[in-house]
């Protein structure tokens, strides 16, 4: 934060540590209540009710939202071209104090949007010291606070992950660095994360490769530097289930920025990676939309991929400007992309130990700290549109009927036969020779109809 250039502050300067301790960072906003779609009160839920069952499950356990610690705690509207306009210092120049009172600070906003979840980067709990020892100790202070907090709330750890990207030692990468040395240090890191995520009882833990590709092939062994992401993952886990994690792996596919090309491009990619070497037991995919944006992929077709290859995971729920070739991480309030996510997610059984990362952040001319609550209850009642259209979807019926009538043919005689083994390529030759022209069993694939369905549900409701 670049305190001396913002002319912004939070509503309340608290110098005190024992005050700020016990303080309401929020006081002038309420505990936000679910009040109904005519609703006028901006400080208030016009669609998400926690309660309210939804396909067998409350709105609260099928969404499963998340406050991520990076955004929500610390980004401060800083971006290429300028400097903060939103004060995050929460009342501390002192920053082994500001990461405590993140601590306070976020567990309120938790309690007053009623998220039982939240994510971490290890150095967004707590920043970096003069030494790796140092830094590891006041990390493990902070998870202290955490737990604490945890179990007095009933707050959970989603997951957590270890941020190797912005330090100038990862500028060639973290895993995948021309040097070993980093190489060792970002494993250290990594697990002091671990540590940090099974201690606060996090279900998950991610990759994301920030730095975990190439600017130019001409100064890079790609083969070494897959081979070593590979081994980092593979040590990760190893360790991770010594100590007692039962939890999933994840990896965040995203195919560009920082790097040029990076090696987690989009699912498709990654789940190879897995694949190759031997990683596909323990890893799922955490897919986040503006990735698949910056992947020049719909956000559905990520999840797809990664639910029809039995990856799917988690979420990091955003969504990018297709206008703009970098990652905007907004508050996502498209709720045609939301439902079609949703409908994904149903039809992959529901989320298991992932959830609804609003990895997002509000826009940079929207500084006051009120604008956090505003984000999250437009995310969060985007996502449950999104649910309630989703479920719609399915039990309707006409459009999964319409994809079971258009695949017909593959339940009996020639499809059958290819699906089970039992044709040859003599017999379809035989086939094809004795059926003539195919094109009169053709049949359209109605997508305007099936689009101008999806428009009925969702604004029938």
Request: charged share 25%; proline share 3%; aromatic share 12%.
């Amino acid at each position: 934060m670049r305190k001396a250039e913002s002319a912004f502050h939070i509503p309340h300067l608290i110098i005190n540590q024992e005050e700020l301790l016990m303080s309401e960072f929020f006081n002038n906003i309420p505990k936000i209540a679910y009040e109904g779609k005519d609703s006028k009160n901006p400080l208030a839920f016009k669609f998400y009710n926690p309660d309210e069952v939804i396909a067998g499950k409350t709105m609260r356990e099928q969404l499963k939202f998340a406050l991520s610690w990076w955004h929500t705690m610390g980004g401060d509207g800083t971006d290429m071209f300028g400097c903060g306009t939103t004060n995050k210092t929460w009342g501390c120049d002192d920053v082994t104090a500001r990461a405590k009172a993140k601590v306070e600070a976020a567990f309120e906003i938790m309690d007053k949007l009623s998220i039982d979840y939240y994510c971490f980067h290890d150095r967004d709990l707590s920043p970096e010291y003069g030494s790796l020892g140092e830094t590891n100790e006041k990390l493990r202070a902070i998870v202290d606070l955490c737990k604490e907090k945890q179990d007095a709330t009933g707050k959970k750890l989603l997951w957590g992950t270890a941020k190797c990207f912005d330090h100038p030692r990862y500028m060639h990468g973290a895993g995948t660095s021309p040097s070993a040395d980093v190489f060792a240090y970002a494993a250290a890191q990594i697990k002091s994360a671990i540590d940090a995520t099974v201690k606060l009882g996090g279900q998950g833990y991610v990759f994301w490769g920030g730095r975990e590709g190439y600017e130019t092939l001409l100064n890079t062994n790609m083969g070494l530097e897959l081979d070593n992401m590979a081994r980092l993952m593979h040590l990760a886990v190893d360790y991770a289930r010594s100590i007692g994690f039962t939890g999933d792996f994840y990896v965040e596919p995203k195919p560009k920025e920082p790097t040029k090309h990076q090696y987690d491009f989009d699912s498709a990619t990654v789940i190879g990676f897995l694949q190759k070497y031997g990683l596909d037991k323990d890893f799922k995919l955490n897919i986040e939309a503006n990735h698949a944006t910056l992947a020049q992929h719909t956000f559905q077709h990520e999840l797809r991929v990664a639910r029809t290859n039995g990856m799917f995971g988690s979420i990091d729920a955003n969504q990018g400007d297709p206008l703009l070739g970098w990652d905007t991480d907004q508050f996502p309030t498209n709720v045609y992309d939301a439902a079609l996510c949703m409908y994904e997610v149903l039809k992959a059984g529901g989320f298991t130990n992932g959830g609804l990362n609003f990895d997002a952040k509000a826009r940079r001319g929207s500084f006051e700290l009120e604008d956090i609550f505003h984000s999250y209850i437009a995310g969060m009642d985007t996502f449950a549109l999104g649910l309630r259209i989703a479920d719609k979807l399915i039990t309707d019926g006409r459009i999964d009927k319409f994809v079971e009538d258009r695949y017909a043919s593959w339940n009996t005689g020639i499809g059958a036969d290819i699906i089970s083994g039992k044709a040859t390529m003599a017999d379809l030759e035989k086939y094809a020779l004795e059926k003539g022209e195919v094109t009169a069993s053709l049949t359209s694939g109605r997508q305007e109809m099936l689009e101008a369905i999806m428009n009925e549900i969702m604004f029938s409701l």
